[in-house]
Structures are given as C-alpha cells and as structure tokens.
C-alpha cells in the first residue's frame, strides 16, 4: 500500500554545490540583485530612448562644431595637448571631451577596424551613451533616498526632457549624439554625486569612485565646482554643533578626499578666466525682462514651466517663482531642506554666470519666442527636474494617512511625463533630423577635399606631403578638421570614391 503524499514544505534549493562552492542559480540571481545590474539596465534602455528622439547624429554622421576641432587637436597633437588646451579662449580643461573622443575613436577601432569614416558614427554613440549614463545615476546613487516609483519617474523624466527637438528652430539639434556638448549634463552628475556622498557617507573605494567622478565633471565643466562646499557641509555642521571637534574632523577620510579633489581639481583646471568667454562681438545689455527669462524661466523654472512656456511673461515668471519657492518651504520634509537648498544654490550661480558671462543669450531668448540654444539649459533642467521628482516624493511621504492623496504626486509626475513624451514623441521623427542630408555627409566632404589635394602638416599649415587632410565644414562654417591622410584616403577607396588622378574628378558613391 502506497503511503499518502506528504504535505511538509518542500526545503529551498540549494544555495551551494556539493565541493562547497556556490551555485549558478544563486550566482545568478545575486548579479541581478545588484544595483549595478539595474544600472546597466536603466542605461541601455536610455540609450534606446534618446536615439529615438534624435538619431540623425548616428545616421547621417558628422563632427559636429568642436567636436572635429577637438578631434584634430587629438590626431596632430595628442591627447593631453587638447584635453588642456582645447578651450583656449576660456582657460579651462575639457578632459571629459577629450576622453568620450578618445573613447569613440577605440569603439571605432574595437569595431570598425580604426576606419576613420565611422570616427564621427563611433562618437555620436559614445554621446548618446554618457548621456543616457548620467541620466540613469539616480537609480544608482539615490535607491536609498527615493521609493522606487519616483525613482523610475526621475529616470523617464530625464530621459524624455524637451530639449526643441521638434521645435520649429531645432533648439535641441545639437544636444543628443554631440560629444562637444556633452559637459553641460556633467553639472547634474556633479549634483547627484554630492548628494550621494553627503547622505550615502560611502567609503573606501566608493568614495574613492564618487570624488573620481566629481572630478571629471570639474575637469569637463569647471561650474560644476560649485557643488564641492556642499560636500563638507555634514562635517561642518557637525562641528558647529559641538558633536564633533575640528581635528576630528580634519581626519575624516572624507573629508581628506575632498581636500585631494580639490587639489587635483585645482592642478588639473588652474584658475578659469570667465571674463575671455564674453562674446566677441557686442551685444545690447541685458534688461529685467531678459535677466528673468534666462535666470529664472529658461534656467531655473522650464521643467515645470514649458508647456506653457511661449505665454508667459516677466511678471508671470516672477509669480510663478513665488508660488515654487513657497510650495518647497511649506511641504518639504525637513531632512530634505539641505537637498533644495544646494540645489537652488547651484541652480542661481549657474544663472548668474549666464546672465554676466553669456548676456548674448537674451537675443534668443528674449520674448519667450523659443527656447535657442537649449544645450546651454539643459544640465540646470535636469537638476530642476530631480528637485520636483523630490518634491514630489516628500509631498507623498507627508499625505501617508491619507490614502487617496498619497498617490496624486506620483499621478502628477506622470502626467507630466506623458505630456513631455507626446510634445517630442520618440516615434516621429522631427524636421529637425532631416535637413539636408546630402550636403553635410562626412565622406563626401573628405573626398573633395582629398581629390582638391588639401594637404596639412601637424600645425594645420598648407604642404603637398603633409600626413593630414584638411576637410571643410559644410555650410561654409569657419570651423575645418583634420584627419590623417593614408588612413582617410584607403577608407574611402573603400567605399567607390574616385579620389585619384586630376584635381577634380567625378565622385561616385
């Protein structure tokens, strides 16, 4: 007679081997337990996203403004030369640049073979993958500091930001896919690592890892310095409040990281000049109108502003300013005071540095009649978008007992979300990624220049035997690049183009 089955609970699975060694299941399943791994995921999925809002830098590649100046500097001079002098007329360094570069031309070797035609292609990957990098750290640096759902809110929010992509001046055209502007998002890398270095207290190589990546963005954008005073802040205030002494203090590892940082910032970017970054030509100066709309409506207020950002005006601004700065008093949760205050901090020295430095902005901007040139807003945008996501959040944490308003935050911010996707759909390409096409493809552009023999040594000077090529940019732009000769010239044999025998053969693709 068969005995019944047995209603005992089954054990759990084995955890290890029999030779004491752990199993691929639990391997597994700790690898994708790991907050890494949910990095990467975020990443790769805003890859994806950003390509499809604007792929034209992929598809039809180029180098873009600096991005070719830049790249010449590399291929004549090396890569400290133009990490360190890239920015002549600013005296500051652009190592995080001259590193994506760097790092598009291996993918191009890893990948192409070092064909200098898929230079311009490697880079514009390279671009939409820090980006997406950036804009995925949240999930990252701050799963400790958000629920998870306004978590994944701020990483979509990120993602799908307008930027004018499908604005009828193209604003966001050279944003995505662009290494040249690739250090304006540094300043909200910068601000989510101090905001994780002064919560999180990581240590050992952790900390190590944040203040190396502080010191990128410092080296690639030197604005982004302002956020170090926030770092020290929980040891100074713990010294005013007599918790802990000042030689403590001093002994800190992390404040000894700081000092390090500092230091190596300082070696590496010397003393900026911003008064040589004023524009060339004279521009009208600024009025209270044109101050607003830069320091508060374009800058500081466009992630909560722009759907309705072609209607406002000076005193509309000045209200709605009023009505933020209230908002955040009144509803904020107390250990998240010091969050909003660095970031407004660094959001009004960033705005002043436009208005004093950059005052040719307000000939775009002024009359709230497009958002041109949107890549000079969009790391403050990103910061204000990560400040109302919290907002958000902290205004849910307080409504915990009432059940049917906990969720109207996070309803909120998904609105705003499905406002911001359908105003740039990813699935329609804007005007803005097709123009002209023809004439601005690198190819074409290097053969004429090689087949009109336009030869240059390491200076960019003129010689028939020089080892570089000297190709134009389109549109007649003043800006040219430089690419080795023997390289440039097999590539596009390669591919058909006739760039042999008299001065100006037919090209054929």
Known sequence: MTSPPSTAPLPPPPTATADGGRSFGSDLHRVLRHPFTAYLAATTAAVVVLFARAPRPY???????????????????????????????????????????????????LVHGGDPLEYARSCALVSYVFVAAVVSLPVLLLRHRLPPSFLAALWLAGCVLPLGIHDRTFSGFEILGRVSNAGFVCLYAAFLLVWHRTTAAPRGARLAAVDLGLLACITTNPICAAVLPAAVW??????????????????????VGLVLLAAAAAGLCGLPNPWKIRPREPVPPLDVAGIVEIALARSTLYPVLWPVYRHLGTGLVLAATAL????????????????????GALLALVAAVLVVFRPE??????????????RYFHGQNLVGVALLVTLAADVSRRALHRRWLRHVPLALVACWIVAAVLHEPPWRLAPSQTLRPEGRLFALRAARAVTAGSFVDERFAPDPDGRFVLIPNPEGTPRKFVFPREPLIRALAARGYAVAGAANPPLRR
Request: proline content about 6%.
């Open 324 to 343: 933020v700065v209230a908002l955040v008093a009144r509803v904020s949760t107390p250990r998240r005071r010091m969050v909003y205050l660095g970031g």
């Open 59 to 109: 598809v039809v590649p180029q180098l873009f403004a600096e991005d070719g100046m830049w790249s010449s500097l590399v291929h004549t001079r090396g890569f400290l030369h133009a990490a360190f002098h890239g920015r002549p007329e600013s005296d500051y360094t652009i190592l995080g640049n001259i590193l994506l570069l760097e790092a598009g031309k291996a993918w191009c070797h």
């Open 234 to 255: 929980p040891q100074a205030r713990a010294v005013w409040r007599g918790r802990r002494t000042a030689a403590d203090v001093a002994r800190d590892p992390a404040v």
């Open 361 to 374: 902005l307000g000939t775009h901007l002024r009359g709230y009649d497009g958002t041109f040139p949107d």
